[in-house]
DNA sequence: CGGAGTCAGATTGCATGCAAATGCATCCCC
DNA sequence: GGGGATGCATTTGCATGCAATCTGACTCCG
């Protein structure tokens, strides 16, 4: 009869879902790859740090299945290192490592340049521009943590701009494996107005569709940085707080 | 006394291992990862298939644990789709995707060829000398496979010879991705004397570490197999088999 | 005949159980 | 006292079980 069919068919009578909960069923190992990338990336979890199985599967309330399906989702991102019968810990990175990283990162900026400039939309430009305003009042209020998440996303903005997915998929995934190692060198802040200013260059040349010159005004400007970002990594100039 | 704890302690009573066989534990996903993977990159399935765990659990004899550990890394790596409640597919790309995807995989060699100059060492010139002589054979008894598997372990080893390990790993990659669509563009057979002839230009490039030219040469290398392949894929112009 | 409903079998997502491996404290023997 | 052996608690690797979801064939009504 109708009234046996009719239950409300959205929550079973076992557990009531709270409001605005949407069921991760499907999407756990994707969801915890996400919790723990973020965990990485913003310092909780240090590199070299081991990581138990138990600690995540209760600090985040999933079971070791999901877990372990982001594990391997994170070790082939490069984030983490996994040794059997030993469990994972937060990838370590040495100085040379990070080196040839930032080699790989200035390449794909330079490759982007070109494609950028052509196929470049009105709305992109507005977006970088948009950041740009957005970094420039950081600089000006000390907020360091803003204005270095701000500097990446600018960077991968104009990436975007090629309009290429795989270009965009793997800068982003290099970027965030030495995102870490690179935090140190925004903390000069001399440097600060120093790269505001090689900011306005590059806009101007995005605006402009001159790849050429884009190319070498984002390769200079990250070799100015990574420069300044070795010297503090290398202890030889003290960050200013 | 002697004879209760001297047995062989190679092999436990319940299940004799087979000579040569040496234990998977804490490598299954992995292993069944590289499995999958070469069945993918050989064309044993096609863009598009759907996949049941329980066509693989019985065909590589491992449980769907493992399995599924391995989908997650191939969905990482991008030649997996994953859709929640509805499984595994092989990734498919359009030829929008390709054409970014070569992009890309052009940038990457443009990116790798001065520091491959600067840095490759004598055994690298060597092993890409005996490579291309390999090649030139396949060329010569008209072995398509091997000649087309040689062509991208060539380029493989001059990225290699940058020395940047995360430069060859996201080649690696990306050119893993986008393997089957390229591999059309070899059957015409025309275009292999002409390739086998840039060839030899890039590795007197190498040889004599001369790098802007390397990548010049790579570049259009690399543009003019594309547009070969291109007119293959979109049935332009027919494969000589 | 067409389309919504529905129902069983198959498939997937995740929790849990068990065995192997590890780590650590203790014990032993020299 | 020191350098292993040994046993126990912990942790990891994988197999399996159960519930949610999907699929597709069938039914039934218009």
Redesign the pocket.
């Given at each position: 009869m109708q009234s046996d069919?009719d239950m409300a068919p959205a929550e079973?009578a076992?557990v009531v879902a709270p409001e605005g909960f949407r069921?991760?069923?499907?999407?756990?190992?994707t969801h915890v790859a996400e919790r723990l990338r973020d965990m990485i990336l913003g310092g909780d979890l240090p590199a070299g740090r081991?990581?138990?199985?138990?600690m995540l599967t209760e600090g985040l309330g999933?079971?070791?299945?999901?877990l372990?399906?982001a594990f391997k989702i994170l070790e082939t991102e490069g984030l983490l290192h996994?040794?059997?019968?030993?469990?994972?810990q937060v990838a370590e990175l040495s100085p040379a490592d990070v080196d040839m990283a930032m080699e790989l990162l200035v390449g794909l900026e330079s490759v982007a340049a070109e494609p950028a400039c052509a196929r470049a939309t009105a709305a992109q430009f507005a977006a970088v521009e948009a950041l740009h305003g957005q970094m420039v009042a950081c600089q000006r209020d000390g907020d360091l943590m803003g204005y270095f998440r701000i500097n990446q996303d600018i960077h991968q903005n104009i990436v975007d701009c090629a309009h290429n997915p795989a270009l965009s998929r793997v800068y982003r995934a290099e970027s965030a494996r030495v995102r870490l190692y690179r935090f140190a060198g925004n903390r000069v802040r001399q440097r600060w107005s120093c790269a505001v200013m090689e900011h306005e260059q590059i806009l101007q040349a995005l605006k402009q569709r001159q790849g050429p010159l884009l190319r070498e005004l984002l390769r200079a400007h990250h070799l100015n940085g990574w420069r300044v970002t070795r010297l503090v990594l290398g202890n030889e100039i003290r960050p200013d707080r």
């Open positions: 069919s079973t076992s069921s991760l069923r499907g999407r756990s190992a081991r990581i138990s199985e138990r999933v079971t070791r299945t999901p372990r399906e996994i040794v059997p019968n030993r469990g994972a």
